[in-house]
């Protein structure tokens, strides 16, 4: 893991940093962690730890700190289903121990983006031991949080040292090792769209970084299928790629390399379960199934071709007014602020739509050949899922088909990122997609 740190000068023109100094993975290796502490000097860690992730490695990090002497402070969540939001965060700062020198984060997702943030605002250095390999943030420098009722990635930090012991990660509930590779499967979609995005805007785009994401994943899929068997191979395979792909977004300074149109989705679906309660699962869970729809998508655009005359026909007809009164009762308060969003982002700019739709029609076939390059069959992707057990049914996750189709209607004003639902506005065919959700 080590190859893919420090700063690298890159053909692409940009010299690729990040500022993780070390990453460990393998069996055993927790017991580092006296390692670490004494090279930034720390005298009194702080852990940070829920309920189940103390249970799970926070105690033997309290125990091997007490063997070597180390004095420690700790605070551990009480909630079994700590929501990562402005109280939580808040939480964590009025509980943290200021004579402490150095934060311990012990858990995965939501732990890891608090204990960045933690790290940043008292200016700590910070160790994550992961306690399972269910997502990508691991290497970030952001944390996504829930913001106002919308899901945002803020700034904050990297992780200065990770430790993935696989002794502890193959013992992660099943659920999380299958969040895990459905975090890593949206990789399919972030790379064609990163490519076809630089193809169509301009956007920067990096084959280096692209081609760690693909490696990765490639060894995730080869290895799926002893992921549920816990097999060390596999975990330590989903675990390694996940870190990847967080070095990968600070390499490319963007979400870009490991997040698509079907991190979209899952944004959706997590605000509208803040707004109205709805029914949500693990994020790579909810990653792996819109990655699935996403794919089945991008095989019925393969089938079209760029109709000037459709297109600039939907564009004339798109009601910007209707449609922020269809965003504000599907979303509720994040609908606001989305709206508010493309009062800066102009997206629906009807006078830049036609040099936009030259270009996608001038490189129709270059798009083509993009999309056949990165993204597997859908039959062939499904068959992955079904071998670990995550459902291709929208509906198992309380997604009927009149919310996939606004779901899908709604990524396209998540962030400013040139995604599916983007390109299906610019041809003019959302509305026909749609149907195929």
Known sequence: MENYLGSKACTCGREHDIAIDDVVVGKGVLARLPEFAAKYGAKKPFILADCNTFKAAGEQVAAILDRH????????????????????????????????????????????????????VTGRKYIIVGTAPSMDGYASATSSMSMDGLKVSLPSRCADVIIGDIDILKNAPEHMLKAGLGDMLAKYVSIAEWRIAHLITGEYYCERVAQLIRAALKKCVDNADGLLKRDEAAVQAVFEGLVIGGVAMAYAGVSRPASGVEHYFSHVWDMRGLEFGTRVDLHGIQCAMATQKAVELYEAVKQMKPDKEKAFAAVAAFDLEEWNTELRTFLGNSGETMIAQEQKERKYDKSTHPARFEIIANNWQTILAILNEELPAAEKLGNVMDAIGISRDLNDLGVDRECARMTFKATKDIRDKYVLSRLAWDLGVLDELCERL
């Open 69 to 120: 002497g180390i004095a420690h402070g700790q605070y551990v969540f009480p909630s079994e289903h700590l929501e990562p939001d402005e109280q939580a965060v808040g939480s964590a700062v009025m509980h943290f121990d200021t004579s402490c020198d150095l934060i311990i984060g012990v858990g995965s997702g939501v732990i890891n983006d608090i204990g960045k943030i933690l790290s940043s």
